[in-house]
C-alpha cells in the first residue's frame, strides 16, 4: 500500500518536499565538509561519467576542489563501482563494500534479463574465471568479454561481460575519474584493489535511514527507486515506531526521521547548476518534489543527456560547455534578477572547477 492509513499524518506539500530535500542535498546552502564526508552522507554520488561527481561536490560544498576528490580515489579511499540501480557509483570505500552486496539481488535480477546469451554457462566458474582475471591486473571490458568468450565461445560476449559484473564487485581502478587526467575504464574487484576481504552487508534497515537522511521526507516506492530493490515495505513497517509520517498532496505516506530538517517552504533556495543524472533527479518514484510536470522529460533529447539547472529549487532550465562559454538554456522566462543570480552562480562553478580556462556565461540554445 502507497496510501497511508491514517488521514490525520501531516501533508507536506511539494515546496516542502523540495526544501527538505535540497536542505539534505546541500543545495540550499553549500555546507563546510569533506568531500568524504559528502560522498558518505550522500550515499555516494552517480559517476556514469568522469566530470558528474565533480560538478555535483561543486554545488554542494564550500571551498571545494576537485583535487581534494581526486586524492580520495588515488589513495584508495574512494571508488567508483556499480551499485544503485545498476549504475556506476563513486562511494567511499566503506560503503562500497557494504552496499554493493546489499544491492546484489537487484544484480542478479540484472543476470536473469541476459539468460538467453547465457544458456549453458555455468555462473559460479564464469565469476571464478573472471576474478583471477582482473585480480591477475586490472583489465578492460573488451579484454573480459574475450577472455569469456573463448571459454564459452557459443554466448552472447555482452551477457557475458554483464554476468561479471553482475556476479562481482568491479570497480573501477584509477587514473579513470581523477580530474584532468582520467582513461579508458579498467576493472579489478574491490577487495583486491582496497587490499581488504569482503564484508557483510549493510543492512537494510541502516540504509533505509541514510537514504531517508539524504533524501527524505520519502516513501517506500522512493526508497525502492533510488536502491534499485524490492520489497522493502517490511522494512519499513519495522522502523515506523522511529519514524514520523506524513502525506504528501496525493495522499501517499511519507516517512522521515523525527530529527531531519524540514525548512520553511519558503526558504530561499539560490540556482545550482547539476550535473547529468545527478541522483537529486532520480532518487525517488514522485519527481515532482524537484521537476514540475511541464519539465519532465526536457533533460534529455534521443541519447542526449543535458545538465539541470535549479532555479527556486526546481528543474528550470540546462546548461553545457560549449566552446569557451558556459551556455543556459531556461526552460521559461527569467527575471532580470533571477538571471544575474543564475549567471554569478554559473560563474563559480566555473571559478571552481575550470580555472585554468577563462569562459564566458551566457543565455542560449543547448538542447537541439
Same mark, same amino acid.
Request: glycine residues 6%.
Given at each position: 500500500?502507497?496510501?497511508?492509513?491514517?488521514?490525520?499524518?501531516?501533508?507536506?506539500?511539494?515546496?516542502?518536499?523540495? !526544501?527538505? #530535500? @535540497?536542505?539534505?542535498?546541500?543545495?540550499?546552502?553549500?555546507?563546510?565538509?569533506? &568531500?568524504? +564526508? *559528502?560522498?558518505?552522507? %550522500?550515499?555516494?554520488?552517480?559517476?556514469?561519467?568522469?566530470?558528474?561527481?565533480?560538478?555535483?561536490?561543486?554545488?554542494?560544498?564550500?571551498?571545494?576542489?576537485?583535487?581534494?576528490?581526486?586524492?580520495?580515489?588515488?589513495?584508495?579511499?574512494?571508488?567508483?563501482?556499480?551499485?544503485?540501480?545498476?549504475?556506476?557509483?563513486?562511494?567511499?570505500?566503506?560503503?562500497?563494500?557494504?552496499?554493493?552486496?546489499?544491492?546484489?539481488?537487484?544484480?542478479?535480477?540484472?543476470?536473469?534479463?541476459?539468460?538467453?546469451?547465457?544458456?549453458?554457462?555455468?555462473?559460479?566458474?564464469?565469476?571464478?574465471?573472471?576474478?583471477?582475471?582482473?585480480?591477475?591486473?586490472?583489465?578492460?571490458?573488451?579484454?573480459? !568479454?574475450? #577472455? @569469456?568468450?573463448?571459454?564459452?565461445?557459443?554466448?552472447?560476449?555482452?551477457?557475458? &561481460?554483464? +554476468? *561479471?559484473?553482475?556476479? %562481482?564487485?568491479?570497480?573501477?581502478?584509477?587514473?579513470?575519474?581523477?580530474?584532468?587526467?582520467?582513461?579508458?575504464?579498467?576493472?579489478?574487484?574491490?577487495?583486491?584493489?582496497?587490499?581488504?576481504?569482503?564484508?557483510?552487508?549493510?543492512?537494510?534497515?541502516?540504509?533505509?535511514?541514510?537514504?531517508?537522511?539524504?533524501?527524505?521526507?520519502?516513501?517506500?516506492?522512493?526508497?525502492?527507486?533510488?536502491?534499485?530493490?524490492?520489497?522493502?515495505?517490511?522494512?519499513?513497517?519495522?522502523?515506523?515506531?522511529?519514524?514520523?509520517?506524513?502525506?504528501?498532496?496525493?495522499?501517499?505516506?511519507?516517512?522521515?526521521?523525527?530529527?531531519?530538517?524540514?525548512?520553511?517552504?519558503?526558504?530561499?533556495?539560490?540556482?545550482?547548476? @547539476?550535473?547529468?543524472?545527478?541522483?537529486?533527479?532520480?532518487?525517488?518514484?514522485?519527481?515532482?518534489?524537484?521537476?514540475?510536470?511541464?519539465?519532465?522529460?526536457?533533460?534529455?533529447?534521443?541519447?542526449?543527456?543535458?545538465?539541470?539547472?535549479?532555479?527556486?529549487?526546481?528543474?528550470?532550465?540546462?546548461?553545457?560547455?560549449?566552446?569557451?562559454?558556459?551556455?543556459?538554456?531556461?526552460?521559461?522566462?527569467?527575471?532580470?534578477?533571477?538571471?544575474?543570480?543564475?549567471?554569478?552562480?554559473?560563474?563559480?562553478?566555473?571559478?571552481?572547477?575550470?580555472?585554468?580556462?577563462?569562459?564566458?556565461?551566457?543565455?542560449?540554445?543547448?538542447?537541439?
Amino acid at each position: 500500500m502507497t496510501k497511508t492509513t491514517s488521514s490525520t499524518a501531516p501533508v507536506l506539500g511539494t515546496r516542502a518536499l523540495n !526544501r527538505a #530535500t @535540497l536542505e539534505r542535498q546541500l543545495l540550499l546552502r553549500r555546507a563546510r565538509m569533506s &568531500a568524504a +564526508a *559528502a560522498v558518505e552522507h %550522500l550515499v555516494g554520488l552517480q559517476a556514469q561519467e568522469v566530470k558528474p561527481p565533480y560538478h555535483a561536490l561543486a554545488a554542494r560544498l564550500e571551498g571545494f576542489a576537485p583535487e581534494e576528490l581526486s586524492a580520495l580515489l588515488e589513495s584508495r579511499a574512494a571508488v567508483r563501482i556499480v551499485t544503485m540501480r545498476s549504475t556506476i557509483h563513486l562511494h567511499t570505500a566503506d560503503d562500497a563494500l557494504t552496499l554493493r552486496p546489499l544491492v546484489q539481488p537487484a544484480r542478479d535480477r540484472e543476470i536473469g534479463y541476459f539468460r538467453k546469451g547465457l544458456a549453458g554457462v555455468d555462473l559460479e566458474r564464469l565469476a571464478a574465471l573472471a576474478r583471477e582475471f582482473v585480480e591477475a591486473e586490472p583489465r578492460t571490458m573488451k579484454q573480459l !568479454r574475450e #577472455t @569469456l568468450g573463448a571459454e564459452w565461445p557459443d554466448a552472447d560476449p555482452q551477457s557475458l &561481460a554483464v +554476468a *561479471a559484473r553482475c556476479t %562481482l564487485p568491479l570497480v573501477q581502478v584509477t587514473p579513470r575519474g581523477l580530474w584532468g587526467r582520467s582513461a579508458q575504464v579498467s576493472l579489478t574487484t574491490a577487495e583486491h584493489w582496497l587490499d581488504r576481504p569482503a564484508e557483510p552487508a549493510a543492512s537494510a534497515d541502516a540504509t533505509v535511514l541514510r537514504y531517508l537522511a539524504a533524501f527524505g521526507p520519502a516513501s517506500v516506492k522512493d526508497m525502492q527507486t533510488w536502491s534499485g530493490l524490492t520489497r522493502m515495505r517490511p522494512v519499513f513497517e519495522r522502523l515506523r515506531p522511529r519514524l514520523l509520517t506524513f502525506r504528501d498532496d496525493s495522499g501517499t505516506e511519507l516517512f522521515d526521521l523525527p530529527e531531519a530538517p524540514r525548512p520553511d517552504p519558503d526558504t530561499p533556495a539560490p540556482p545550482r547548476f @547539476l550535473p547529468e543524472f545527478d541522483n537529486l533527479l532520480l532518487s525517488h518514484a514522485d519527481r515532482t518534489r524537484v521537476i514540475p510536470p511541464a519539465n519532465k522529460g526536457r533533460t534529455w533529447q534521443a541519447n542526449t543527456f543535458y545538465c539541470p539547472l535549479l532555479v527556486d529549487g526546481f528543474l528550470a532550465g540546462v546548461w553545457r560547455i560549449i566552446d569557451d562559454a558556459l551556455v543556459v538554456e531556461p526552460f521559461g522566462t527569467l527575471t532580470r534578477a533571477l538571471r544575474a543570480e543564475v549567471a554569478e552562480e554559473g560563474a563559480r562553478m566555473l571559478a571552481t572547477l575550470r580555472q585554468d580556462t577563462s569562459y564566458d556565461v551566457r543565455f542560449g540554445t543547448v538542447i537541439g
